[in-house]
């Protein structure tokens, strides 16, 4: 059953709200990923709702320029990004680390071969 979480980055400006089935997560190990740390998880934008921080927000952008790595110009954390599916659609990835609460040793960890896109 999808639930809404809250979440956000660290000095807490950027908050959001997401509605999502959180059991898995995905653990990628492309060039940024593998940097970061994320573990995410993806939804369609429509579930996602950030709550503040729309302007704090900073915006990477590599490679193809398809996703936006956003993260808080301020504490620097990278809660979500933005980007297109592969079938069109409008997708939030989120950082699962940045969740309320959530008790990450809980949730099982997919390994995704980013690197090898
Ligand atoms: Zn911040």
Do not use: W
Request: net charge neutral; glycine share 12%.
């Amino acid at each position: 059953m999808p639930k809404t979480h809250t979440g956000g980055c660290h000095c807490g400006k950027v908050r959001f709200q997401v509605e999502l089935e959180l059991d898995s997560v995905m653990s990628c190990n492309c060039s940024i990923c593998s940097r970061r740390g994320h573990l995410l998880t993806f939804v369609p934008k429509e579930r996602f709702e950030l709550l503040s921080g729309e302007e704090a927000l900073s915006d990477y952008q590599f490679g193809k320029h398809v996703i936006h790595h956003l993260f808080c110009s301020t504490c620097g954390i990278g809660a979500f990004g933005r980007g297109t599916g592969p079938n069109g659609q409008e997708m939030v990835a989120v950082n699962a680390r940045c969740l309320d609460g959530v008790d990450l040793g809980a949730l099982t960890i997919r390994e995704f071969d980013g690197k090898s896109l």
